[in-house]
Each structure stands twice: as structure tokens, then as C-alpha cells.
């Protein structure tokens, strides 16, 4: 479903920002103030010839995904998507939505997409990953490199399952292997 109207009650927005942290920022609060909070919410983030950042349409996706436009627009310098707010764990910085998903790591790092990727969690932090941010070590390890753009208080750092530039293990649980994302780049031992 595409969005191009403000939800009741909502305040108006700049129509452009100084910067790509900034833009998501208002993206985030803006579909925040959506009365459905269940389905994920997308846009491309796009650069004008004055150098400022606006957002494109506004698509509403699903519990699990916000399919993006394509092809992206002309001048795209970034995308930002939300993820849904329910269950009693919403608000839990160390629940499983609280991060990237390893379908938004392989969005930003997509040869069609290939542009810093924002997420704004249930729990109200923002993150920035930017392609290139995967490395690995073997098929053991990898780590994320992503910035915390909007924090919380108390912080979200090490709360998060997965912190920035964490090593985790490339094996679940039970031992198994998890695949080894194509695009991550091997790191030094």
C-alpha cells in the first residue's frame, strides 16, 4: 500500500534534510505516528540536485517485509524501514527485531540497492548499516559493523542481540552452519 497522507493529528515535516541520519530520523518518527503499527513502512531515501534529502512515496509492507520500490529513483543515497511494534517484547531492546534482519543486511549490500540501510526498532533506536559493513572470518564468524544513529535512554549499546561489530558465531544453536552471506568481505585474523 503506498502512503501520501499524514496520519490524523500528525504535525507537518520539512520536506528535506541536511542529512541521511537526519532524514530517517523523520521518517521514523513520521510513520511512527501511523495509527497500524503491525506492518513494517519503507521509502527510498533520496538526494536532490541542491544536495538535501527527502523521502520518496512511503509504502506500507507487511509483519515480515516493505517491499521497496524498483528501480529505485534517480539520486537514491539511502533507504529506511521501520519494523512492526507488537507482542509484549516490543519494547525490549534485546528482542530479536531490535536489529537488522539478514534480509535488510543483504537489501543494503544488493548490487540494485547498494546504499546505506536505516532501521528504526520497535523500542525507538535508530540504526545505520552501509554496504560493505559485513566481515568474516572463515566460515566461522562474522561481525556487523552498524552505527546507532538515535540511542535510548538507557542506551541500547550491548542490550542489543546483536551489538555493532560484535563477532557472533556463523553456527545456531544446535551446531549447524548458517550460511555465509556471499557478501562478506574476510576479515584478518
Known amino acids: 500500500m503506498l502512503l501520501s497522507v499524514l496520519a490524523p493529528g500528525a504535525a507537518a515535516m520539512p520536506s528535506s534534510y541536511a542529512t541521511l541520519d537526519e532524514a530517517a530520523v523523520a521518517f521514523v518518527d513520521l510513520v511512527r505516528t501511523y495509527p497500524e503499527q503491525r506492518n513494517e ?52 531492546a534485546g528482542a530479536a527485531g531490535q536489529v537488522f534482519s539478514e534480509g535488510d543486511f543483504a537489501h543494503a549490500e544488493h548490487a540494485d540497492a547498494g546504499v546505506p540501510t536505516f532501521l528504526g526498532a520497535p523500542a525507538g533506536h535508530i540504526l ?12 566461522s564468524f562474522i561481525a556487523r559493523r552498524f552505527r546507532i544513529v538515535r540511542d535510548l535512554s538507557p542506551t541500547v549499546r550491548g542490550r542489543l542481540p546483536l551489538n555493532p561489530d560484535e563477532k557472533t558465531s556463523l553456527y545456531d544453536r544446535g551446531g549447524k552452519a548458517i550460511p555465509r552471506p556471499a557478501y562478506c568481505k574476510d576479515a584478518a585474523r
Open 128 to 139: 545505520r548499516y552501509d554496504p560493505g559493513g559485513s566481515a568474516c572470518w572463515g566460515r
Open 41 to 92: 513502512y519503507c521509502a527510498w531515501l533520496i538526494k536532490e540536485a541542491d544536495g538535501r534529502i527527502r523521502f520518496g512515496t512511503i509504502n506500507e509492507g507487511d509483519m515480515n517485509r516493505c517491499p521497496s520500490a524498483w528501480p529505485k529513483p534517480k539520486g537514491t543515497a539511502g533507504s529506511v524501514h521501520t519494523h512492526p511494534i507488537w507482542g509484549p517484547g516490543a519494547k525490549d
